[in-house]
């Protein structure tokens, strides 16, 4: 399971007529603290083809997020590239949502309601109230908050909470949705329930994502498509096919086989990364 073997966790679906939604590039990233310049990813590239769950999986610290940040259009790469539909991703746009882990991510003097239509109307999807409110009810359905449309967020539990902000993330429609560990801070019972329906709505609308999370059970879960990183700074370990598993594979035989390849392959380099620390001690 390698970037010579594409296909270590099954057989690709059949992409190699169709052009990437999101192309990167060779792309590295960096962010300055007050002390130090620091690389958050080197030449990492990878394709992202319409409607691709594809999950960039990788330890704290790989760059991850920062590479969310960077499709999002909020960091320029130092090196490489990054297209969206074969156009330079240079600012944020419509065209990109992000979901955050965070459940303070809602508006908290706006209703559910609210929150999705003060998206549409103010990111130039609608033109009119009544158009934005329509568009506001049907993806508050599909993430099952009927009767919940006029509660204000500090009266929804955490899960609830990330409902609405995927159902204001899918109503904008984007090409692209960025969903960075969506359900970290969500308990156990919670996040696989998220999960389940996360993969609904995609059976409903198939839309395209680019999920991140450092959990391999997830990431075998959620995504069609899975990116391997390393650790700091992040490079592209492998890509795997993960289309065919889902939450009633784990446990089996190959669920686990391929969950135990990737923590190997992770747990590696952090043995690596010890011995080296100890030598230049």
Known sequence: MDTQNPEAAGPAPAASDIEPILDVDGVTLQYKT?????????QVSFHVYPADRFVLLGPSGCGKSTILKGVAGYMRPVEG???LKGRD????????VMVFQEFDQLLPWKTVKQNITFALLNGGKCTSSHEADEIAMEYIHKVKLDRFEN?????????????VAIARGMAMEPDILLMDEPFAALDALTRLQMQKELLQLWEDTHFTVLFVTHSIEEALIVGSRILVLSPHPGQVKAELNAHHLNHDNVGDAEFSNVQQRI?????????LEDELETEDA
Do not use: C, N, V, W
């Open 151 to 163: 509660t204000y967020p500090h009266m929804l539990s955490g899960g609830m909470k990330q409902r």
């Open 89 to 96: 991703i240079k600012d944020p746009g419509p065209d990109r």
């Open 34 to 42: 007050k002390e130090h310049l620091i690389t958050a990813t080197y």
């Open 263 to 271: 923590h190997d392959m992770l747990f590696a380099d952090r043995i």
């Open 81 to 83: 590239e990054m297209r």
